[in-house]
């Protein structure tokens, strides 16, 4: 089993594990409301940035895939997160197993760099991940995302509620 982030590479971006100096970079991110528009509609709190950080580092040992942080590879900036999550988002069978995100901070949208990211971490699910279906949800108002998941292979098999919000699911594999 995988038991820590392996380190990826693309044209433009380094991956690599969470650590604890990247807390800051994740909670500006996390903090600005053009990132969290369609995901959860509010800034998160610190003390959700900080589990959130905590869970994509424990989802390696335990299950063997998890999330990346995503850095600009000339300047080291931080680009986002991008990875596999197991969230139990009580969708039943359609929300069941490895499920593809991505967030990236505001200054790199709309300049491939998530479709990047994705591509680069659905070929590593493709040779690592034992489950050969892997999923996402997305909020159906969220238009670059869905275009990001297409281009990633992922269709849309149903509409469920989350949360009390739309949302829309896609699957792979």
């Known amino acids: 089993m995988i038991t820590k982030a392996p380190d990826l590479e693309t044209e433009r971006l380094s991956l690599r594990g969470h650590r604890l100096e990247d807390f800051a970079d994740c909670l500006a991110m996390w903090t600005d409301p053009k990132v969290t528009r369609f995901i959860g509609g509010k800034p998160s709190t610190d003390q959700e940035v900080w589990f959130r950080l905590l869970r994509y580092v424990g989802h390696w040992p335990v299950l063997g895939f ?19 999550a197991e969230q139990k988002r009580g969708l039943d069978e359609a929300g069941a197993g490895p499920e593809l995100g991505y967030a990236l901070a505001p200054w790199c949208h709309g300049q ?28 159906p108002e969220a238009s670059a995302s869905i275009q990001v998941a297409e281009k990633c292979g992922y269709r849309e098999f149903a509409r469920a509620t989350l949360r009390d919000a739309p949302v829309v699911l896609f699957e792979r594999g």
């Open 112 to 139: 491939g760099f998530a479709t990047e990211a994705a591509r680069a971490v659905v070929a590593w699910g493709d040779e690592h991940i034992p489950m050969k279906r892997t999923w996402c949800l997305i909020n």
């Open 66 to 84: 998890g999330f990346w942080v995503a850095r600009e590879r000339t300047s080291g900036r931080f680009v986002g997160e991008v990875g596999f």
